[in-house]
């Protein structure tokens, strides 16, 4: 008999706690080992059961006992080694015989938490519910009255600025018989109910014209260096073959020296964050650079983890990394919940911002990007008032995110529509509201509706929409989803080779494939885009603000949107 | 589909020419009201140039709180006029209202020799406070209160309404009327949402909805200007983005065409103002609509104009001679109302195009936003 110690199982889970429960099937299973080979978390492991079989041969019964040993894949109810998912095990079986499926009554943040660590993980908030943008529908239907466009003949410009407007009481023009030139000082002097804001007479700050959905912030280091060069040629495609011109931003940690410092420069956009990763190089590089970035853009925060900073694992500073940070290889980088040098909302964002205008001569936007708060129009109000503030972009609670703890991703932060709404209402009132370009992120194509939420975001208000998680989904197969689906971005054990600087892993990411789909993600968007504004009667300009044509089946929604409620 | 019928003219000229022409076009139209603004008046008004009108309807009610503010306000009335109403006319649709009047008044004391601008801003103030006294009861409707000016608005059939008011009786003529043949039947009449508006001597009527209404009005009515207001219909904004360009920021007129419907970036590199207009598009980016919209109008100068939004289109004709031109939705309408022209003179203007006639109806240019 067992002694009492190994029947013991009270310190054990049972596999019901666990959020994916690996579903493998003896009689189609050959052994062949590759499940267990790939599963990026150790889940699954070959093991030996014992069969205990019983016969009997003869004309009456001799039953006899054998045992014999069958291989079989084990999931292990390890929860440091739970299955995430992901299904990379599915992927590589050649016979279907095993997959994970979803366990709804899990339990596994009850029991996630040891060590005193709390759960952490990368993607996002992990709610499968639509999100208020998802709920938003297009109502205002042009027809008999106004004729519809035809989104494949007409002529359609979607396009954005992105850096400030002057108000046109404050732009430096004068006529000159019956045209106007620009002149050194403003037209006529600025009406009372603006001009408060205004710089020095002939200040016009620099404005890009850019597509209205852009890549979020992702660094070199949180991804691998074929998914941000997979992105980066998608980029340079969409711009110099499709006469897209679609930005991107750099994350954190600056960007490649020879690319900084190419003509490809300005189709991208350099963060600044807490850490300042890279700052020294892309500083130094400016005698060198042919073409000016798109924008800068200061971090204070992001929507998955509003209030926390960044950590990239030491084992992810590679030599190139290290290069382009500017900082030894294998240390840990941590960047800091907040900017360090600065204490004040006067000191974080009016100088920060001047201090950015001026090392490209004022000619680069300089816009900061906050998490989404309640706090968003105190900003927003302080940045109104600046005359350098290129933009405001807010990114909302179901932004993504490398690495954070699970609290800050599922409880933290501000939904997005509310957030943006409240913002540009709040810019109409002080009749400003084409001077600050307002950039929402957080969620956009959360469930493969990227155009229709653009769409919704920029009729609530919005100039531009930033994406970020449906971008690795949509151009690189990321298998994350809101069921806590894989979500490993933080341990650099990525599956698929998005969020990982393991060879290894990162060789299974083809660039140029990842390109070929960020081209393709660009161009549908583009044609639902058409499809979305031709029956609204746009086209030339983008319907920011066009509330009239959103409608919700939420009576609560539409009152505090201030749209209209359908049903 | 509302019906326009605009004409400007060296010589005064009685209103029912333009009903006429609208008549003409009765097809294009539901007959169901008519807005008529006229400038550089004649008849009654001849003598009268440098006294602001007030154009309104009122009740009895209406007339004595109209009265009433405005003798408080220090306003002193020298003439009012009424219509001559036909008693055998059809009544309109609504019946008839107790008083449409146009009342000249005497400045205030110590306005008389005040500029022209701080005279506009006590005129607007005294609408808006009109208009606001008499709003929630209906007992008074005031449309326009500018020298040289009267407006006239009325729901039923424009023929049957300018026989109603004796239009052809000598006492109300114009250089220049515009003159629109509809109520905004897409949702409940209502005075204030019939065209055409008129502000501080700049005036539009349109045809078309306007798709991009609500950003166009939430920017108008953010520049702090009391008269950005009402919006009772989505046309009122064409009159006020003429105005915001035109009296708020100088442009020059063809501007007004350049911020309606903006070029494109390549198309902006070919104009000498190339510079200018990017910083213009980029400022008024909110003000670019979408049609469908034919827009005409006017400017204190006299300047009157046609132009399109750049896709849709609604119909717009403009043909004439020198010293009478004629601005219509359809080319009927042209024919009715100057007959004798040469018809291969005539002009629509299409997608980057404004139909311009000079003070005075001297000529029509063609200009085109393509123009270098």
Known sequence: MDPATILDQNHELSLKEFPYIVRWRDDRCTRCGRCTAVCPVNAIEAAPHVHRKVFSEGGSPTPKATREIVHVV?????????????????????????????????????????????????????????STVDQLKFTRISMLTDPALDAGRHEFRIRTLLGRNLPPEALPLKRRGDRLVVGKTAVRPASSAIGANQSEPGFIPPVREIYP?????????????????????????????????????????????????????????????????????????????????????????????????????AYKVLKLIAQIRGVPEFVDLASPPTHQ??????????????????????????????????????????????????????????????????????????????????????????????????????????????????????????SAVDMGKHIMQAAAWCFGDEYNRCNLC??????????????????????????????????????????IFAPLGRSTELPIGMSDALGVADESIAERLKISYVC | MCRLSA????????????????????????GSGLGLVLRDLGGDFASLKQYPILSGICSNDGLELLDGFMSGEGFREVHFWQPDIDPAAPLPELGRRDHYFAKAYEYPQGM???????????????????????????????????????????VGDPLELGQFFRLDNGSLEAKIILAQGRQNTNYDIYLYACHPFFLQGYCTMTNGENTAFVPIMEFLTGRGFPGYMGYNSDSEVFAHILHYTQRQLGYPLTYYKDVMTPLAEQEIDARKDAAALRLIRRSLRPLCIDGPNCVIGFTPDGTVFML???????????????????????????????????????????????????????????WSQLTP
């Not at chain 2, 001679?321 to 004798?340: H, T």
Request: charged letters at 25%; hydrophobic letters at 40%.
């Open chain 2, 308 to 366: 399109q939004d750049a896709k849709k289109l609604r119909p717009g004709i403009v043909g004439g001679v020198p010293g009478k031109y004629a601005l219509m939705s359809e080319e009927c309408g042209v024919d009715e109302a100057i007959p004798n022209r040469d018809k291969t003179e005539d002009f629509s203007p299409m997608k980057y195009d404004m139909a311009i006639i000079k003070p005075g109806a001297t000529e029509l240019v063609q």
């Open chain 1, 341 to 462: 040098t600065k204490y004040s909302i006067e000191e974080a964002v009016a100088k920060m911002i001047q201090s950015m205008s001026m090392a490209w001569g004022f000619r680069v936007p300089v816009y900061p990007k906050i998490s989404g708060t309640k706090t968003a129009m105190a900003v927003l109000n302080n940045l109104a008032r600046n005359p350098y503030a290129g933009a405001l972009c807010i990114d909302g609670e179901d932004g993504g995110t490398g690495a954070a703890y699970n609290v800050s991703m599922d409880k933290m932060g501000h939904p997005i529509a509310s957030n943006i709404r409240d913002c540009y209402l709040d810019l109409v009132a002080q009749g400003k509201q084409n001077e600050l370009p307002l950039i929402a992120a957080g969620g956009m194509g959360k469930t493969g509706n990227l155009a229709a939420n653009a769409a919704a975001m920029i009729m609530l208000g919005a």
């Open chain 1, 213 to 313: 959905i852009r890549i979020g912030s992702m660094s070199i280091g949180a991804l691998s260096p074929h998914m941000w060069e997979g992105l980066a040629m998608g980029v340079a495609y969409l711009n110099e073959v499709e006469g897209m011109p679609v930005v991107m931003c750099t994350g954190e940690g600056g960007m490649p020296p020879r690319l900084l410092k190419s003509r490809f420069a300005k189709y991208f956009i350099l963060q600044i964050a807490s850490g300042y990763f890279g700052w020294d190089e892309i500083i130094h590089a400016i005698p060198e650079m042919t073409e000016d970035p798109a924008a800068i853009e200061i971090k204070y925060g992001q929507g998955a983890k509003p209030g926390d900073g960044g950590l990239l694992m």
């Open chain 2, 7 to 30: 004409i400007t003219s060296s010589e005064y000229f009685s209103p029912m020419e333009n009903v006429l022409a609208l008549n003409t076009m009765k097809e294009g139209h539901d």
């Open chain 2, 112 to 154: 008389k020799n005040r500029p022209l601008a701080e005279k506009e801003e006590l005129l607007l103030e005294t609408r808006l406070a009109l208009r606001e006294l008499g709003e929630d009861e209906e007992s008074i409707f005031v449309f326009s209160f500018y020298p040289d000016t009267v407006t006239l608005k009325e």
């Open chain 1, 74 to 130: 084990r999931q292990v109810t390890d929860i440091e080694r739970y299955c995430t998912g992901c299904g990379a095990c599915t992927l590589v079986c050649p016979n279907e015989a095993i997959e994970p499926e979803f366990n709804s009554r899990n339990k596994f943040l009850t029991y996630k938490n040891v060590g005193g660590v709390p759960f952490r993980r990368g993607g996002r908030r992990n709610d499968p519910t639509p």
């Open chain 1, 490 to 531: 933080n341990t650099g054990r990525c599956p698929r080779g998005i969020t990982t600087q393991d060879p290894k892993l990162y060789r299974r990411l083809d660039p140029d494939v990842v390109a070929e789909r960020v081209v393709d993600v660009f161009k549908s968007a583009d044609v639902e885009l058409r499809k």
